[in-house]
């Protein structure tokens, strides 16, 4: 999937500086497109929270509610249900299938599409979730929003990488991750509202994620899809038209144009037998990089830890409200992390943000383990 001057670039003397400047129409566009990271944030903050009420435990795991009031101190390993489990889990079961089905649409129908479908799962997904009326809904309902997630979270990065200024890569494209924090951050102040709504309080917690899909459908269909992905399809004048859109009008738009038209012949060029050229030994050690570090990072715990925050802080003691509080602290501090990234990574480069990254989580989880110890 080429990103035009993003491939051929990447390497050797720098990304090309094509000219024009940040545009109303790139910056709208892209922040569009990171829309698709409010979702995702939203539902990672929502669900942990939802988990945890006492309402929505007494109308789906009344079983588990019962255990939890006869707890004496805490509730650590209490919360072991297999259904509750069913219910968070099937999100990214079902987002990793939609990951792997929207690698291929992405690339027939194109980013724009995608994030239509995308956008569109995940509503129906949180009109049934806030409708459930019995545990089959909820997890028929969290498979949607995970289809929704796999499609809009592989297509918009992509869209982000395509669309932005090559000097301003970086930090377009982390506006994706930083929405995911101001989703997560959104939903957990949402849910220390709702949990004073009795009886129906989680259904407008879980109804809520309809906005934000909403704001992604209605911005995917007014936006342009990318000219790297209209140059794929063959739609070259169209390709035009959305590269002089968003760089602005007067700015000479030829050559950055026909190094997006190379890197497509380029990659119709390669696209045979990519998969055995990539196990060469010159591109191992990116392979290795590009699959140790998602792997690692998760392994981390970074997002189970996201996603379970209000119930790990009711687990070790925390009432229902500090626990919700609590959540919505990591959220702020997630957010100053990304916008402090997101301001040095195209002036500072990547490398040097992953090894404070490293450095910072594993001082974090060696001190973890220090206390545990102790």
């Known amino acids: 999937m080429p990103g035009g001057a993003f491939l051929l670039n990447g390497s050797g003397g720098g990304m090309a500086d094509y000219g024009g400047g940040l545009t109303v ?31 929505f435990l007494n109308k789906f795991f009344p079983g588990l509610l019962k255990r939890t009031a006869r707890a004496n101190k805490d509730v650590y390993c209490i919360y072991n249900n297999q259904a509750l489990t069913a219910f968070t889990s099937s999100l990214y079961a079902f987002g990793m299938v ?17 994030m239509l479908i ?3 799962l995940f509503l ?5 979730n806030a409708a459930a009326a019995n545990i089959a809904m909820l997890i028929v309902g969290r498979m949607l929003l995970g289809l929704g997630l796999g499609f809009s979270g592989q ?37 220390y509202g709702t949990s004073r709504i009795p009886g129906w309080g989680w259904r407008l917690s879980l109804g809520l994620a309809s906005v934000p899909a909403a704001v ?47 890197a497509a012949e380029n990659d119709r060029r390669n696209e045979e037998g990519a998969f055995r050229r990539i196990l060469r030994r010159e591109y191992r050690p990116y392979l290795v990089m590009a699959v140790a570090f998602p792997v690692f990072l998760n392994l981390t715990g970074v997002a189970v830890t996201a996603f379970f925050s209000p119930i790990l802080f009711r687990t070790v003691g925390f009432e229902s409200d500090a626990a919700l509080m609590g959540a919505v602290i990591l959220g ?26 490293g450095a ?7 001190s973890h383990m220090w206390r545990w110890r102790a």
């Open 118 to 120: 995308g956008g569109g």
């Open 155 to 191: 297509a918009t990065p992509v869209y982000l990488a395509e669309v932005s200024p090559p000097r301003w890569r970086g930090g377009f494209i982390s506006a994706f991750p930083l929405f995911i924090s101001v989703g997560y951050l959104v939903a957990n102040l949402i849910n």
């Open 98 to 114: 939609g990951t792997l089905l929207a690698s291929r649409v992405t690339r027939r129908l194109g980013r724009q599409a995608v």
């Open 25 to 55: 129409p790139v910056v709208v566009t892209c922040l569009m497109a990171a829309s698709g990271g409010l979702i995702f944030g939203y539902d990672i903050g929502i669900s942990g929270g939802v988990s945890e009420m006492e309402d």
């Open 360 to 366: 910072l989580m594993f001082t974090c989880q060696a």
């Open 124 to 128: 129906a997904g949180a009109l049934v």
């Open 332 to 357: 702020l501090m997630n957010i100053g992390g990304i916008l402090a990234s997101g301001f040095a990574m195209d002036r500072y480069g990547r490398k040097l943000l992953f090894m404070i990254g």
């Open 216 to 262: 992604m459908v209605v911005g995917a269909a007014f936006i342009p899809d990318t000219p790297s992905s209209l140059v794929l399809r063959g739609k070259h004048d169209d390709a035009r038209a959305a590269l002089q859109r968003v760089r602005g009008k007067g700015v000479d738009i030829g050559p950055e144009f026909a190094d997006i038209l190379a």
